[in-house]
């Protein structure tokens, strides 16, 4: 083996290596072990001076007390190459402690423990944070509490009026934010007005400090969360923010600065003072602020007239009149605050509340068996300012900025405040005309003296939407909106007959029909777009078919039988083949359902959503009966999606607020936004055929001097709601018609059928409805240049083209021979319908009788539905359930 390899042992007493080590000193590191090393501090070449300094210990363990000693502790694991053993600045420094008699402040990570130990906190640690914390937080509270002094009642607990409008710039009205409140004694304050709010809102008043712990920290939670902070509050919270805060804003600064408040006015004014002032200050909705001018408000009496019962009600609004005022407020929330959700939910807090004070001792319980029922109210209007349309104007526009509060920034806290400038869409000649001829029509016609079985409650409403921007023009709400406050223009629940028509017909032209020999997959993906040349059965009780040419038949396995209006068929016989132009002239329910059937009820739901209607007024969306009108939206979403045709397919929601201002500067701008709803030939074609309703159809009472008009009327079934829609390029504007008993207390209101009414035998669509919005629209466009609708190109192709028959020397019947794909509008004939077969058995859910069960149209000229045709025994179409109410609100739901 080479020496270069391997060399043999040195002596240990001398030799070279042994002068080597004495020569170099101190190594700089750890060598590598030579074989045979005996783990002496000399076999790893640790140097500790001279050979004679090596030599002067006795032996190895000597050796090795002297290496711990010179190291600072015991022998380590072995160490990274170059770093020195025991050399506080290398690399190899044991595990983080701190050198030799160095402490910290605070010993974390712990230098004494290994491994987790290290990140555990000693209990001395844990302690003293606490202690540091709770500390701080006793001396902020301290500060906090000496800064906030209590505020000046009558500085800060006042509102301003809110200032609305009109489009012109004109001030419309000042109404809305002031301060209705007169200040009244605890002496004129009923003792069990005082014990019913005690009862349900802060049973320990007059035990506690002012606050509630508990209750603050659930507050605060939930705004950490991003939630609500109610629910935290007392009596004397509630009344410092009330009387003494101008901010109400939902922010942890401000929450802190009201407790703070509170407990200082806990400490130092009497509680008798603080209730009073709280039943003074709180809002009762109505815009009555404190418990007298709600007295006024609600029951016309002073407050010291007010029964146990009464009270009890009146502390259920302080949970937000929103949802406790029996009258509704349909205007700001139309799905959860209606009259009898609102009734309902008064009612339960009114009883729960009278029951509280009845186990805390503060009423007698044979008094309180007096009060079941909600007291007897009055109307919520009673500012004369607001009369007539007004009202609901003010209505409308508040309902727009609460609705859609986060981009206006207006909530209604904000809106009760006052002090703002609002600027709306109003146009006040255009109001003024709206009124006008709904007056002329129903002072003429309509006389419920003369004829009270058929003239009472008979009411209208109406809506005029500007299709280039959305604005809403004009709305017509009902007689006086001090008088009859439900907003005929913005909810009615009265269902729209075939003014939907015209939504199944931009579906077809939209997507198209099923091809029936296609399976149900590759049918949606396979259609036919439509041509108004199409041709589809006019035939009355028609059976009608799925796309895929199977009958359809509801859960009960039943056949649906489509009557036409008067039991008439229309078209050319045996066929009745009619085109889609002409069956929109005539108002045809059976070719509209059954083209509905063809292209699919949820691309027709598509297409009135697309136009603008909200999906929760649409009702009875799978049955055939859902393509000729049983939903019920509004007359301001009727004008709106109508206003989409008008506008070659572009949509834009209809809105009532220009802009908002205060003192503080600009808060709110309305942007309108476009939808392509429709592509422009779609949208012309629709126009175009409706403008043979209004020019030779079923609307010609709609005529308007030297202008095109496209329109469609709409009756239903039962003759309880009649309709007529219409629009110019400049304006359209959707007309009601109907007769409800509104009266509040009646918990059962029903459309009535208006067989009769205003002397006719039946009303349509093109009666009255269409009278009103011709006389309407005459003045609303005068003085504005005449427009014409877009020439519509060509779209589609003809469904169900019958081919021309080739004449033979044997073909006899001239009725066959005059077969044509398209139709004469004359040739019309009466269907001798044979006995019905044991599967096609005419009931009441087909609906077979003239009158009542005749189909799904009742009238001479148009199209509809109605209550006897109902899909189903839970339809809002039946009688049993048509109300008054039923998915009303904000434009049907919408941000308009």
């Known amino acids: 083996m080479s020496e270069h390899r391997r060399k043999p042992p040195q002596p240990q007493g001398g030799g070279r290596a042994a002068a080597r080590r004495g020569q170099s000193g101190p190594s700089s590191g750890r060598r590598a072990a030579p074989r045979g090393a005996t783990g002496s501090p000399s076999d790893y070449g640790l140097g500790l001076g001279s050979e004679s300094e090596e030599q002067s210990y006795n032996g190895r363990p000597e050796t090795r007390r002297a290496v711990q000693r010179s190291t600072g502790g015991r022998r380590r694991a072995a160490e990274p190459m170059g770093a020195r053993r025991g050399d506080p600045t290398g690399p190899g420094r044991g595990r983080g402690r701190s050198a030799p008699g160095r402490k910290r402040l605070i010993d974390y990570p712990r230098a004494d423990r290994y491994g987790w130990q290290r990140w555990m906190p000693s209990w001395k640690l844990v302690t003293g944070l606490f202690i540091g914390f709770v500390g701080s937080l006793v001396a902020a509270a301290g500060i906090g509490y000496a800064m906030v002094g209590i505020p000046d009642i009558d500085k800060t607990a006042t509102a301003q009026n809110n200032v609305y409008y009109w489009k012109d710039g004109s001030q419309m009205v000042a109404s809305g934010g002031e301060t209705n409140r007169q200040n009244v004694s605890l002496a004129q304050i009923p003792e069990e007005m005082r014990w019913a709010v005690i009862s349900q809102e802060n049973k320990t008043f007059y035990d506690d400090n002012g606050i509630d712990p508990k209750g603050i920290a659930r507050a605060v939670f939930n705004m950490a969360r991003g939630g609500q902070t109610q629910g935290g509050s007392t009596i004397t919270q509630q009344y410092v923010k009330n009387a003494m805060l101008n901010d109400q804003s939902q922010t942890i600064s401000r929450k802190l600065k009201e407790i703070f408040v509170s407990i200082k006015v806990g400490a130092d004014v009497d509680k008798d003072e603080i209730i009073e002032g709280y039943l003074n200050s709180a809002y009762y909705g109505r815009g009555a602020y404190g418990i007298q001018a709600a007295a006024r408000a609600y029951f016309d009496k002073d407050a010291i007239k007010l029964d146990p019962g009464e009270c009890a009600f009146l502390a259920a609004t302080l949970k937000g009149a929103t949802y406790y005022d029996p009258a509704g407020s349909t205007s700001i929330d139309p799905v959860n605050a209606t009259p009898e959700k609102n009734s309902k939910r008064a009612l339960l807090q009114m009883q729960d509340t009278l029951d509280k004070m009845v186990e805390y ?49 207006v909530t209604q806290n904000r809106l009760t405040q006052g002090g703002l400038s609002i600027y709306t869409t109003f146009d006040k000649n255009k109001v003024k005309d709206l009124e006008a001829s709904v007056t002329k029509v ?177 009702t009875g969306t799978t049955f055939p009966s859902f393509s000729i009108g049983i939903s019920d939206p509004s007359a301001i979403r009727m004008a709106g999606a109508y206003a989409t045709f008008a506008a070659s397919g572009k949509q834009r929601d209809p809105y009532s607020v220009e802009k908002v201002t205060s003192e503080d500067g600009q808060i709110f701008t309305h942007k309108t936004e476009t939808q392509q709803a429709f592509t422009s030939k779609v949208a012309d074609n629709v126009t175009d055929v ?40 400049q304006l359209s504007t959707a007309v009601t018609m109907f007769r409800l008993d509104d009266n509040e207390k009646n918990k059962n209101r029903t459309f009535l059928k208006m067989f009769g009414t205003g002397g006719q035998e039946k009303i349509h669509g093109a009666s009255f409805p269409a009278q009103i919005w011709h006389d309407y629209m005459e003045d609303a466009l005068k003085g504005t240049p005449t427009e014409d609708f877009p020439e519509p190109e060509p779209i589609g192709e003809v469904v169900n083209a019958e081919p021309t028959p080739t004449p033979t020397p044997t073909f006899t019947e001239t009725e066959e021979d005059e077969t044509t794909p398209s139709p004469s509008p004359s040739i019309t004939a009466t269907q001798t319908q044979p006995s019905p077969s044991a599967t096609s058995t005419c009931t009441t859910f087909f609906g077979c009788d003239d009158e009542d069960t005749g189909g799904t149209d009742a009238g001479t000229t148009d199209g509809g539905t109605g209550d006897s045709s109902s899909p189903s025994p839970t339809d809002t179409s039946t009688e049993e359930t048509s109300n008054g109410n039923q998915n009303g609100g904000l434009f049907r739901g919408s941000s308009g």
């Open 361 to 409: 001792g503060h009423l007698d319980a044979a008094k309180r068996a007096q009060y079941t029922t909600l007291p007897k109210w009055k109307n919520p209007r009673t500012n004369n300012d607001l009369k007539g349309q007004i009202g609901y104007l003010v209505d409308l526009a508040n309902g727009y900025l609460v609705t859609n509060s986060k981009e206006t920034g």
């Open 442 to 618: 129903q002072k003429a016609n309509i006389k419920p003296k003369e004829r009270p079985g058929t003239d009472t409650h008979v009411q209208f409403g109406g809506a005029s939407v500007e299709p280039d921007t959305g604005a809403i023009r004009a709305i017509y709400g009902g007689e006086d909106a001090t008088k009859h406050f439900t907003d005929n223009a913005d909810q009615t629940g009265a269902q729209v007959g075939s003014t939907f028509k015209p939504f199944v017909l931009a579906a077809a032209m939209t997507w198209g029909v099923r091809d029936p020999d296609l399976g149900s997959s590759q049918a949606q993906d396979e259609r036919t777009i439509v041509s108004p040349k199409s041709l589809f059965s006019g035939k009355n009780k028609l059976k009608i078919e799925d796309y895929n040419q199977t009958v359809w038949k509801n859960e009960k396995g039943e056949e649906w039988l489509q009557t036409n209006d008067g039991n008439e068929s229309y078209g050319t016989a045996p066929k009745f083949n009619i085109d889609l132009r002409e069956a929109m002239r005539e108002s045809v329910n059976s070719a509209f359902v059954q083209l509905g059937m063809d292209v699919g009820l949820d691309k027709v739901k598509d297409a009135a959503i697309s136009a603008g209607l909200r999906e929760g007024s649409l």
């Open 690 to 729: 409706l403008k043979t309703v209004v020019e030779k159809g079923t609307g010609t009472n709609a005529q308007l001097t030297g202008r095109e008009v496209a329109g469609k009327t709409g009756t239903t079934d039962g003759n309880k709601s009649a309709w007529f829609v219409g629009y110019t390029p």
